[in-house]
């Protein structure tokens, strides 16, 4: 996504805070009030499937990827609070859901063929 488009997000109800540092795909289904610290990275690649909930907050530092593979992440998340945090679905067999109010603090990284995470 360029960074017009980046921008363009805030009109949708989602805050990129420093669209320059932030990579969305174009695929990505970002619910209103997301909000996307600095140097997050929401990626979509052959076919996979990322939804990110109403809510939802990635701190600096989260990347996840859905390549192959399908992220869904409920309502109120937060990921990486305390930095780094990475998920990736890089094969069709990999499903991650994450459930509403999950804290996924930093440090951390996720990917299996079946993870839930459920508050």
Do not use: H
């Amino acid at each position: 996504m360029s960074v017009a488009a980046t921008l363009a997000l805030n009109e949708r109800g989602v805050t990129a805070l420093d669209p320059l540092s932030t990579l969305v795909s174009e695929t990505a289904e970002l619910g209103n009030g997301v909000i996307l610290w600095p140097g997050t990275i929401a990626q979509v690649i052959s076919g996979g499937r990322l939804e990110i909930g109403v809510g939802t907050v990635l701190f600096s530092g989260t990347t996840i990827v859905a390549r192959d593979g399908s992220v869904t992440i409920g309502k109120g998340v937060e990921i990486g609070d305390e930095g780094d945090f990475t998920i990736k679905a890089d094969a069709p067999e990999i499903a991650i859901t994450i459930g509403d109010g999950t804290r996924l603090l930093g440090g951390g990284s996720l990917s299996a063929p079946t993870t839930r995470f459920m508050s």
